[in-house]
């Protein structure tokens, strides 16, 4: 990433959290969160697993390639992430946070 001559990111990390969070919302209408992790219910090896819900926690439908796009676009965004563990982002407000402590502290 470039930087100013003060040696501050040109594209702060906020501004590319919210990017990807509007994108995201463009790309599948009426998502609210998407649980991303390593662990798809599926496969017995590591492999990245998307889950899309609404507004009311309800799990949209989304394509394959859909929900693979969205979750690599996420993990690029957040690559310090400790990825073992599911988190959710959060469209609204472009946050990331660990699952277990999103279930717990908003219900969805």
Known sequence: MLAMPSG??????ADRQHRLAAQLADMIPGAATIRVSLTDPKQTWPHLHAVVKDEAGKTMEVGRTTARVAGRWILRVWPEVDWTR???????????????????????
């Open 86 to 108: 599911p988190h959710t982002f959060d469209l609204a407000d472009a946050t990331l946070t660990p699952s277990d402590l999103f279930a717990a502290g908003r219900g969805r």
């Open 8 to 13: 501050t990111p040109a594209c702060p990390d």
